[in-house]
Nanobody, 128 residues
Framework: QVQLVESGGGSVQAGGSLRLSCAFS????????MGWFRQAPRKEREGVAT????????FYADSVEGRFTISLDNAKNTLYLQMNSLKPEDTAMYYC?????????????????????WGQGTQVTVSS
């Protein structure tokens, strides 16, 4: 059984940094795509960043490009999201997700329904 558990959320002032972690267990697939998604109150879930299991490259939403960095440590079975220069509009519940796929594609950011496995989320709040 696949489990994803996020941690690292919290409250921070604008301009600050946070690092989210997602510890995963169980067999996802020989190759997989993992991503971070977020959902603010009264808004739809949106893709933040994705990375594949071979770390062939990452995709980022335009709104976080240059500020956030996604990384994957296969030895530790942990996905990370380093978030710098945080803005109030980054406030949301952040979820990690995974699906069996040889690669991540840019459209995965917009198709969260493609992801089979989800964590419970971790809240990020950025105050101005």
């Amino acid at each position: 059984q696949v489990q994803l558990v996020e941690s690292g959320g919290g409250s921070v002032q604008a301009g600050g940094s946070l690092r989210l972690s997602c510890a995963f267990s169980g067999y996802i697939s020989s190759y997989f795509c993992m991503g971070w998604f977020r959902q603010a109150p009264r808004k739809e879930r949106e893709g933040v960043a994705t990375i594949d299991s071979d770390d062939d490259g990452a995709f980022y939403a335009d709104s976080v490009e240059g500020r956030f960095t996604i990384s994957l440590d296969n030895a530790k079975n942990t996905l990370y999201l380093q978030m710098n220069s945080l803005k109030p509009e980054d406030t949301a519940m952040y979820y990690c997700a995974a699906l069996g796929s040889r690669y991540c594609y840019s459209w995965h950011l917009e198709q969260h329904s493609e992801f089979n496995y989800w964590g419970q989320g971790t809240q990020v709040t950025v105050s101005s």
